[in-house]
Structures are given as structure tokens and as C-alpha cells.
């Protein structure tokens, strides 16, 4: 992970983001599964298939 930090940033943003890296930290051993990483283009591609992976963001956006 690469982090760039503005010098003008707030202590609830800081904050905020290290509330996110724990919860990586956390979780790493559960979301690493839905992920294989790709060599050739450097990236973690997802193990869903792209339908389902369209469905569930979709889901996310109906009301």
C-alpha cells in the first residue's frame, strides 16, 4: 500500500485512515481469498466472476 499524506490534513482524516488500515490488518486473512495477484500487470485481480462482480455493485446503488 502506498499512502501520500497533505501536510494540510486534518486529525479526524488521519484518524479515519488508520481506522481503515486496522481494519485491513484485521480482515487481510478473509478478503485476501477474493484476490490473486497478477504478475504481469502487477495487480490483484478479483476471483469473482466479472457478472457477479457487475450484480453486486449494482446492488449496492438500488435503492
Same mark, same amino acid.
Request: net charge negative; charged share 35%.
Given at each position: 500500500? &502506498?499512502?501520500?499524506?497533505?501536510? +494540510?490534513? /486534518? *486529525? @479526524? =482524516?488521519? =484518524? &479515519? $485512515?488508520?481506522?481503515? $488500515? =486496522? $481494519? +485491513? %490488518?484485521?480482515? %487481510?486473512? +478473509?478478503? &485476501? &481469498? *477474493? !484476490?490473486? !495477484? #497478477?504478475?504481469?500487470? #502487477?495487480?490483484? *485481480?478479483? /476471483? +469473482?466472476?466479472?457478472? *457477479?462482480? /457487475?450484480? @453486486? %455493485?449494482?446492488? !449496492?446503488?438500488?435503492?
Amino acid at each position: 500500500m &502506498r499512502l501520500s499524506l497533505h501536510p +494540510i490534513l /486534518q *486529525d @479526524k =482524516e488521519l =484518524e &479515519r $485512515i488508520c481506522e481503515a $488500515i =486496522e $481494519i +485491513i %490488518v484485521e480482515h %487481510v486473512h +478473509i478478503w &485476501r &481469498r *477474493d !484476490y490473486k !495477484y #497478477n504478475p504481469e500487470t #502487477n495487480e490483484f *485481480d478479483p /476471483q +469473482i466472476p466479472e457478472e *457477479d462482480l /457487475q450484480a @453486486k %455493485v449494482a446492488e !449496492y446503488f438500488s435503492l
